[in-house]
């Protein structure tokens, strides 16, 4: 099966400007999470969707961040505008089950610099 | 330790040499993963271990959980170069959503 693919995998802008990422997860995976990874620091929770649904967003740093995942399958997170601590690796997984023990596929990440 | 922090926070070793990492959780769980990061890819989920389960083992892996002291190992035995990553711990507790630790980085020189 594909795995969860992201886009870009590489992104460089300016403070200030917009930038979307996009997540396609595993085909038939109900469960979509964003994850990311600030420069030296821990791997932080942003979101998570059950199908079309924001089921957590507790992570979510401030309302630059908007996550969609419109029908269910492809997601995005767009930044807006974006700011200099932004700057990090930002993941996507998918996960089959909505409860217990399962395991997540993670994307290859985006990285994104702000300059 | 992870969850905040990494115990140790890197590691360099020979090829051949076993690689040990603990981490540290603060939450009642009801599994703890181990993932790998390769250098500028996405994390590789390695091992599950269930909050009941004190070992598991998957090849070269061997994980232990210790739910008195909320911490758990991973041991990486004759460990190659290709074992040069990133490896983190990730709690999953109540909800769906994993909290990470902070990470080992792993050098295994040939």
């Known amino acids: ?115 | 330790s992870q969850q905040g922090e990494e115990d140790p926070q890197a590691l360099s070793i020979q090829e051949g040499e076993n690689a040990t990492m603990n981490c540290s959780y603060k939450t009642s769980i009801n599994n703890l993963q181990w993932y790998r990061q390769n250098s500028g890819r996405g994390l590789v989920h390695l091992i599950l271990i269930r909050s009941n389960e004190r070992e598991k083992h998957s090849g070269r892996l061997r994980v232990t959980l210790d739910t008195s002291k909320k911490s758990s190992s991973l041991l990486i035995t004759a460990s190659r170069a290709a074992d040069t990553a990133s490896y983190f711990c990730a709690e999953q507790a109540a909800g769906n959503k994993l909290t990470f630790g902070g990470g080992t980085r792993v050098l295994v020189k040939p």
């Open chain 1, 1 to 115: 099966e594909a795995g969860v693919t992201q886009f870009p995998s590489h992104s460089v802008i300016e403070k200030g400007q917009t930038v979307t990422l996009r997540c396609d997860p595993i085909s038939g995976h109900d469960n979509l999470y964003w994850y990311r990874r600030v420069m030296g620091k821990e791997i932080k929770f942003l979101l998570h969707f059950v199908k079309e649904s924001k089921q957590d967003e507790s992570g979510m740093p401030n309302n630059r961040f908007l996550a969609e995942r419109t029908g269910g399958t492809y997601s995005t997170l767009k930044v807006q505008p974006a700011e200099l601590e932004d700057s990090g690796v930002y993941f996507c997984a998918s996960s089959q089950h909505t409860t217990g023990q399962h395991r997540y596929t993670f994307g290859s990440g985006t990285r994104l610099t702000v300059v």
